[in-house]
């Protein structure tokens, strides 16, 4: 099952086998919960996400007609999911003026740990600050590496739109980490 | 080479995603889209070490198991899951909320006491309706959201069946998620 290809595991679920399923599952589990949880910035909408993009998968998989990869099929549920919750929540303020001071204050101390979790915590607000679109586009291009006509198609987009988004995401990062550390 | 293309394509040139002579030459010209490279450079070191906290082992040997169970449980309501869409048609302007049907037939008191309820029989075809006036202060998608909810959580047609089960209902809980969490 390790070393069947995704379309072989595809038709061998829509054959009946529902253990295929499982091994689809486990070969994305972790892809689709890191989208997630880069493009949301927390544990709980990740996980929920993921949960719900492979029942999605579950139910749709006998549809599946191979026009495009299953990676891409599978990353385009876990963007329209991610878009759901991004939708459904409150656009939050994400970020409050003391818990910035506190992160900058301990900026000071010596211990990496403490640096490497407020450089952390300052990269997740500034990404949770990018509009929708562009966060999408800044994580599967920039921490999962994707390529434009991979992204694309995911998110039905032309190339040179992406490229812009992209920019513009990097630019809104850049200018929110530099307003924070004034 | 334009600024224009040149800026479309810095993050990837910075990253090393691609390699450009025509953007090299490009920026050994222009002081401004050089400028801008140096500052994505530097951003994008910083953003490269980023990483969210990976889930624990537990979490993953964990999650296909949670995933089938919530197939599983999604398969066995599949007669009432078919009510859906009906929360979905935009002409139900009053709000399905199953769960108030319950409890009004089960004495846990509410606050919301002018509810108006309308109860249709035949649950299995239309579900139970109540037209929530006194929810006119939310919007009809924070409504819907509730509305899903409730249906995921307590599994209201289910719950219909053993009316009993609505004792076990946190209306408290049910109510600030209506309120403050969507």
């Known amino acids: 099952m390790l070393n069947k290809s995704d379309i072989d595991l595809v038709n061998e679920f829509k054959n009946g086998n529902i253990s295929a399923f499982d091994e689809i599952v486990r070969r994305y589990q972790r892809k689709v919960y890191g989208l997630a949880r880069k493009i949301l910035g927390n544990h709980e909408d990740a996980d929920d996400v993921a949960q719900e993009v492979f029942i999605k998968l579950y139910y749709s998989l006998g549809d599946f007609k191979g026009q495009s990869s299953l990676f891409t099929w599978i990353y385009r549920i876990t963007v329209n999911e991610c878009n759901n919750v991004l939708r459904k929540k409150k656009i939050r303020e994400f970020v409050q003026i003391d818990e910035i001071a506190n992160l900058l204050k301990f900026s000071q101390t010596p211990e990496q740990e403490f640096l490497d979790k407020e450089r952390k915590n300052l990269i997740e607000k500034a990404i949770e600050k990018l509009p929708p679109k562009q966060r999408m586009i800044f994580v599967m291009r920039f921490f999962e590496d994707l390529d434009y006509e991979e992204i694309s198609k995911i998110l039905n987009k032309p190339v040179g739109t992406l490229k812009a988004n992209y920019f513009h995401a990097i630019k809104k990062i850049q200018k929110f980490i530099k307003d924070e550390m004034q | ?182």
């Open chain 2, 1 to 182: 080479m334009k600024c224009n293309d040149v800026r479309n394509n810095l993050v990837d040139f910075a990253t090393g995603k691609i390699e450009s002579n025509a953007i090299k030459q490009h920026l050994e010209k222009c002081e401004s889209c050089r400028v801008e490279f140096l500052e994505i450079k530097s951003l994008v070191s910083v953003l490269g070490d980023y990483n969210f906290e990976e889930p624990s082992e537990f979490y993953w040997a964990n999650f296909l198991s949670r995933v089938k169970r919530k197939i599983t449980k999604r398969m066995n309501d599949a007669g009432v899951f078919a009510l859906k869409p009906a929360f979905l048609a935009p002409s139900l302007s009053a709000i399905i909320i199953g769960f108030l049907f319950g409890l009004i037939f089960s004495g846990i008191s509410i606050k919301q006491n002018e509810i108006y309820v309308v109860q249709n029989f035949d649950i299995r075809t239309t579900g139970v309706f109540v037209k929530s006036y006194e929810f006119s202060e939310y919007s009809e998608e924070t409504l819907e959201q509730a509305v899903f909810y409730l249906y995921e959580k307590y599994q209201l047609p289910n719950l219909d069946v053993e009316r009993e089960d609505y004792q076990q209902i946190d209306v408290d809980e049910v109510l600030s998620r209506i309120s403050n969490k969507f």
